[in-house]
């Protein structure tokens, strides 16, 4: 395989590496701050609880990738 071409595989695999981590980490934080909010629900028989939850969870995964974003500029 020529060089020029072991170059182009390794950036384009290590930009979808990052990519689907960035993803992953905004998926799993609303995902868990929802599944706090809804058992914090379940327990307390109130719903503000899971609204909140989520949007923590949202406002986490946004930090998490606005954090990752940056350290990937360096």
Do not use: C, H, P
């Not at 590496?17 to 993803?23: E, L, N, V």
């Not at 327990?43 to 990738?65: H, K, S, W």
């Amino acid at each position: 395989m020529r060089e020029d071409t072991k170059k182009f595989l390794k950036e384009l695999f290590s930009g979808g590496y990052r990519a689907s981590a960035i993803g992953f980490a905004l998926v799993f934080a609303i995902l868990i701050g929802g599944g706090v909010g809804y058992w914090l629900s379940e327990q307390f028989d109130n719903m503000a609880f899971f609204y909140i939850g989520l949007i923590l969870g949202i406002i986490a995964g946004f930090r998490n990738v606005y954090l990752m974003g940056k350290r990937t500029k360096m």
